[in-house]
């Protein structure tokens, strides 16, 4: 099979929904989280907006794990500048390939994106600027039912990159909920990497001030 450009056509998505991800994911061996605005709803409770894919991080180095988990799946590499290309069984993905999309079989929607973060030993380290850090045991937490997700302020650090539309809904519906550590970790992150961010405005006073 040949690459394909993101953007051309490349069949539809249906993505899965968080707990059918966690069935699909009950056999791999390594930890892995619901990322992207999934896991901002997880953290609340309560739906936010609707979802065109659904995001599990999982550590780059666990990656061919994936492949044992969704064995029998298709697994395509997102290469940039945005081509999509098959990812060969026990090929080792290299830095600059952060997305994996994943589904059934050719004839079947998208149902995964596996995003691929770094770490070094017991320590999480932010993709995006590698003086963001945290022990892996605490970039996320776990649902009633078991299901595993980022934590909200993590997840909004990579969001704040963009501040798509989604993104800043993502951000209004989440503020309220962060506790004091945690708007203050992210305030802190986005220091570093966007001195001048708006979101840190608004994060001083855990509340909407814009306007």
Request: glycine share 8%.
């Amino acid at each position: 099979m040949g690459a394909t450009r993101i953007g051309a056509p490349y069949g539809p998505w249906e993505p899965a929904d968080p707990d059918e991800a966690a069935s699909l994911l009950s056999a791999l061996p390594a930890p892995w989280w619901i990322a992207g605005g999934y896991a901002i709803e997880l953290a609340l409770g309560r739906a936010v907006r609707s979802h065109a894919d659904l995001d599990v991080m999982v550590l780059r180095r666990d990656q061919r794990h994936v492949q044992e988990a969704l064995a029998g799946w298709e697994w395509w590499a997102a290469d940039p500048p945005g081509t999509l290309r098959p990812w060969a069984r026990g090929e080792r993905l290299p830095a600059r390939v952060h997305d994996v999309w994943c589904r059934p079989g050719p004839a079947a929607p998208w149902r995964v994106q596996i995003m691929l973060d770094e770490a070094s030993g017991g320590t999480w380290v932010s993709r995006r600027d590698p003086r963001v850090r945290r022990p892996v045991a605490a970039i996320g937490a776990t649902t009633a039912d078991g299901v595993p997700y980022l934590s909200p302020e993590i997840q909004l650090f990579y969001k704040a990159a963009g501040t798509r539309p989604k993104d800043e809904t993502d951000f209004d519906a989440a503020l309220p909920a962060l506790t004091v550590p945690q708007r203050r970790w992210l305030d802190g992150a986005l220091a570093l990497v966007s001195r001048d961010h708006p979101w840190r405005r608004r994060l001083a006073h855990g509340q909407d001030t814009r306007g």
